[in-house]
């Protein structure tokens, strides 16, 4: 088997959602010595890709992300002892977390499985995270996006809270921020200052990579 389709290989698996066909993909790419950022970037990133598209043009609904977001989760630790995580993420820096007094992790997790899968350093800090806890994170991490969700209305009155916390201790203007939750609405994230808001996990990758080049 070459590279060129070890990395097919592994595209195809996990755009099929191939549970087993994936783990033995990335198997054999590692035992081929193929370079882990290849293996992420060209074999894991567009698997990530065609199972958006699929999404999109309504082959797949969310029960299949979920699923293709717990492939995506055992893929990345299948690569971590052979290349840490900074080694393996090349494509930018993610702080994420459900905000103060929201325990759902169901969509925040898909989003950070999601990002993982397109090649960023997710850093995710849980649930119930408050507006100090991010900023805290942003002195410490130095992210280049944080992600911040909310799926109840009693809690996303508290997203706008990050941002305030963020201008507070003068980060504001180093990292962006795009939310995203059941409740939220684009007005909504204008209205607090949000610099992105995405509606699902694929277009929450789509707008990162565009907040990180802007």
């Known amino acids: 088997m070459t590279e060129d389709d070890a990395i097919k290989s592994i595209v195809e698996a996990l755009s099929s ?19 882990s950022q290849k293996i992420m970037q060209e074999g894991i990133g567009k698997g990530v890709e065609e199972v958006g598209a699929k999404y999109e043009r309504g082959e797949y609904f969310l029960s299949e992300l979920v699923f293709a977001g717990h492939m ?13 995580d900074k080694q393996i993420a090349t494509s930018g820096k993610i702080v994420i977390g459900t905000i103060e007094g929201d325990l759902h992790d169901i969509g925040k997790n898909l989003v950070a499985y999601m990002l993982s899968g397109a090649g960023f350093e997710v850093h995710d800090l849980g649930v119930d995270v408050s507006a100090t806890d991010f900023a805290e994170a942003a002195k410490k991490l130095k992210p280049d996006v944080i992600g911040v969700s909310a799926l109840l209305t009693t809690t996303m009155m508290k997203v706008g809270s990050v941002i305030e916390e963020l201008e507070k ?15 939220l609405t684009q007005g909504y994230a204008d209205e607090i200052g949000a610099d992105g808001y995405a509606k699902d996990a694929i277009e929450a990758v789509v707008k990162v990579k565009e907040l990180i080049k802007t």
């Not at 191939?18 to 193929?34: F, H, P, Q, S, T």
């Not at 201790?169 to 409740?183: A, D, E, Q, T």
């Open 169 to 183: 201790c003068g980060l504001r203007g180093k990292v962006k921020v795009i939310v995203g939750g059941r409740p």
């Open 72 to 84: 995506l989760k055992d893929a990345i630790n299948l690569l971590k002892p052979v290349a840490g």
């Open 17 to 35: 959602l191939n549970v087993r066909g994936l783990e033995d993909a990335v198997k054999k790419a590692i035992d081929a010595e193929i370079p």
